[in-house]
């Protein structure tokens, strides 16, 4: 069947998750990127699928939701979690990976199918009468953004998000952190710099005390709960941090035999173990006050920074009263959105959506209709949060958690048990789906 190529404008995860589902299904894919000639705020890299904020996918343990995701994902023939997978450092339960080997991957999948083009310039102008894909995520270029909102008739809701440092292996003193993982799951990937009560209190102090980037005077600062900047987290108690990103619980340093009193982790950013990345430390401090404040934790004392923490505005689209559950734009159906710009937030969940979006263009190309996942799945119960009208009033971008699913029949059993619960009957209702949806 011919017909003129799918136009997708974005080539992040979710625009290279979109295309993949299209090309696999024989469909014709012109992927639009504007990296090289533009770069957003916190873009760097030339190759498409670039992640951003962090190395990690957070993760692969099927006892959990992100696990369970990415399991849906896998059986769904995902373009970013098969790359993934073929790129992933050690990082205990977590699936991290090589962020050059990852971006180079998905590209090169991508670039080998026969129908697929690609074109590196920015688009303003949005088609109205072909099938689209709007993938451009949370830094959506001004220019871009001005032709969105103008379809969309709506402004825009918008929160900030930070990203964390990178240390360079060479620079951290080893003498004074331990490998080790949490309560000794998987295997001992994650350095960890332990801290003592009085380390501790001044580093908080410090963070409380330190020059931050201003915003600008026309912007109102939101972030996203579960994404808080270091400083932000430390000014809510004097304990936040400590039963925070820098909890102690479940790691024994092996020389004293005890568990500090807080540890900053730090994770692997590369395969070769040249990086490393600050877990959970997202900051907006400056630039110099991050190499001062940061090189107060015991083993950083001399720290090399490959990349600083910065911040940045993303940008949502309010997906409950713009879209439909196939993604559409419910006042134009050849528009479809796609990925973290939904309202979903995570590297997964925002492949995840991309990967509906490409396979609802799919189907309509093909004169057919794909039926939402079950809120029973991972997938279908995120697609159901952004689009629902239950949360209109309250819309806010959200990662997957076992709260989305649809409850479990029965009687009340321990979280453990509820978890191994839910992942059994969403890969089920998913297996069922597949079959149903003509999806093998």
Not at 45 to 53: G, Q, T
Not at 334 to 342: D, H, K, L, R
Not at 392 to 409: S, V
């Given at each position: 069947m011919k017909t003129s190529p799918v136009i997708i404008i974005?080539?992040?995860?979710?625009?290279?998750?979109?295309?993949?589902?299209?090309?696999?299904?024989?469909?014709?894919?012109?992927?639009?990127e504007m990296k090289p000639q533009k770069f957003s705020p916190a873009h760097k890299?030339?190759?498409?699928?670039?992640?951003?904020?962090s190395n990690s996918l957070k993760s692969n343990s099927l006892d959990n939701a992100p696990g369970l995701l990415k399991e849906e994902m896998r059986r769904l023939n995902s373009l970013i979690i098969m790359a993934a997978d073929r790129t992933a450092v050690a990082a205990g339960s977590a699936l991290a990976v090589d962020r050059t080997q990852f971006a180079r991957e998905v590209e090169a999948q991508l670039q080998r199918?026969?129908?697929?083009?690609?074109?590196?310039?920015?688009?303003?102008?949005?088609?109205?009468?072909?099938?689209?894909?709007?993938?451009?995520?949370?830094?959506?270029?001004?220019?871009?953004?001005?032709?969105?909102?103008?379809?969309?008739?709506?402004?825009?809701?918008?929160?900030?998000?930070?990203?964390?440092?990178?240390?360079?292996?060479?620079?951290?003193?080893?003498?004074?952190?331990?490998?080790?993982?949490?309560?000794d799951k998987g295997t001992p990937d994650y350095l960890n710099c332990p801290l003592s009560k009085e380390e501790y209190e001044l580093f908080r102090q410090e963070l409380l005390t330190g020059e931050k980037v201003a915003a600008k005077?026309?912007?109102?600062?939101?972030?996203?709960?579960?994404?808080?900047?270091?400083?932000?987290?430390?000014?809510?108690?004097?304990?936040?941090?400590?039963?925070?990103?820098?909890?102690?619980?479940?790691?024994?340093?092996?020389?004293?035999?005890?568990?500090?009193?807080?540890?900053?982790?730090?994770?692997r950013e590369n395969m070769a173990g040249t990086l490393f990345n600050m877990v959970g430390f997202q900051t907006k401090l400056t630039w110099p006050e991050q190499r001062r404040i940061f090189r107060l934790i015991p083993g950083l004392e001399n720290a090399q920074f490959a990349r600083y923490g910065s911040i940045h505005r993303n940008t949502y689209i309010h997906s409950p009263s713009l879209l439909?559950?196939?993604?559409?734009?419910?006042?134009?159906?050849?528009?479809?959105?796609?990925?973290?710009?939904?309202?979903?937030?995570?590297?997964?969940e925002s492949a995840a959506?991309?990967?509906?979006?490409?396979?609802?263009?799919?189907?309509?190309?093909?004169?057919?209709?794909?039926?939402?996942?079950?809120?029973?799945?991972?997938?279908?119960?995120?697609?159901?949060?952004?689009?629902?009208?239950?949360?209109?009033?309250?819309?806010?971008?959200?990662?997957?958690?076992?709260?989305?699913?649809?409850?479990?029949?029965?009687?009340?059993?321990?979280?453990k048990e509820r978890n191994i619960l839910h992942v059994n009957q969403a890969l089920q209702a998913l297996n069922n789906w597949i079959m149903g949806q003509d999806l093998d």
């Open positions: 974005g080539g992040g995860l979710a625009g290279c998750e979109a295309a993949w589902q299209l090309l696999r299904r024989g469909h014709s894919v012109h992927l639009y890299m030339e190759h498409l699928a670039e992640l951003v904020c199918q026969k129908n697929f083009t690609l074109s590196r310039v920015e688009v303003t102008i949005i088609p109205q009468d072909s099938p689209t894909i709007i993938a451009t995520g949370p830094l959506t270029s001004d220019a871009l953004a001005q032709e969105i909102a103008q379809i969309l008739g709506s402004s825009y809701l918008y929160f900030y998000d930070a990203i964390a440092p990178i240390i360079e292996a060479d620079s951290i003193n080893m003498d004074k952190v331990f490998w080790a993982s949490r309560y005077h026309f912007e109102e600062i939101r972030h996203f709960e579960s994404c808080l900047p270091v400083e932000v987290l430390a000014s809510r108690g004097e304990k936040s941090l400590a039963f925070g990103p820098m909890k102690p619980v479940g790691l024994i340093h092996p020389k004293t035999g005890s568990i500090p009193y807080a540890v900053v982790q730090l994770r439909l559950p196939s993604l559409q734009l419910k006042t134009n159906v050849n528009i479809f959105f796609a990925g973290q710009i939904t309202g979903v937030e995570g590297y997964t959506m991309g990967l509906l979006a490409g396979l609802n263009a799919a189907f309509m190309i093909e004169g057919k209709q794909l039926q939402p996942p079950p809120q029973k799945t991972a997938i279908g119960a995120l697609l159901h949060y952004i689009v629902s009208a239950e949360s209109a009033d309250c819309f806010q971008p959200m990662n997957i958690n076992f709260g989305l699913l649809d409850t479990l029949p029965g009687e009340k059993t321990k979280k």
